[in-house]
């Protein structure tokens, strides 16, 4: 089992940057694919991006593909989000997520097995 908290959200102008991070406690990080998620106001929670068991594997939507990275360090025990360029449309609350039944998570937030309480993020414009 993993426990997730995510830091680093807050109020920034359109254009500006965050970087979110999300630390995990329990055994074996490393094992675990983890993912980042985002729910808007009245919107539904969408996937955002992943990175595999090792961080050689990433993915992103579309929206974010040139502006956001994900990122981890095993032996920090933390996924990270770096957000660059960010819109008012990212205004949301930011959600970490692991899986450690696969070896890249993928997009189907169903797939994930654990979840931090999320993060605020609110781009002004």
């Known amino acids: 089992q993993v426990q997730l908290v995510e830091s680093g959200g807050g109020l920034v102008q359109s254009g500006g940057s965050l970087r979110l991070s999300c630390a995990a406690s329990?055994?074996?990080?490393?094992?675990?694919?983890m993912a980042w998620f985002r729910q808007g106001p009245g919107k539904e929670r969408q996937f955002v991006a992943a990175?595999?068991?090792?961080?050689?594997?990433?993915g992103y939507r579309d929206s974010v593909k040139d502006r956001f990275t994900i990122s981890r360090d095993n032996a920090k025990n933390t996924v990270y989000l770096q957000m660059n360029t960010l819109k008012p449309e990212d205004t949301a609350v930011y959600y970490c997520?692991?899986?450690?039944?696969?070896?890249?998570?993928?997009?189907?937030?169903?797939?994930?097995?654990?979840w931090g309480r999320g993060t605020q993020v609110t781009v002004s414009s």
């Open positions: 997520a692991a899986r450690g039944d696969a070896y890249y998570g993928g997009t189907d937030y169903s797939a994930y097995s654990y």
């Open positions: 329990g055994r074996s990080f490393s094992s675990y694919a």
């Open positions: 990175i595999s068991r090792s961080g050689g594997s990433t």
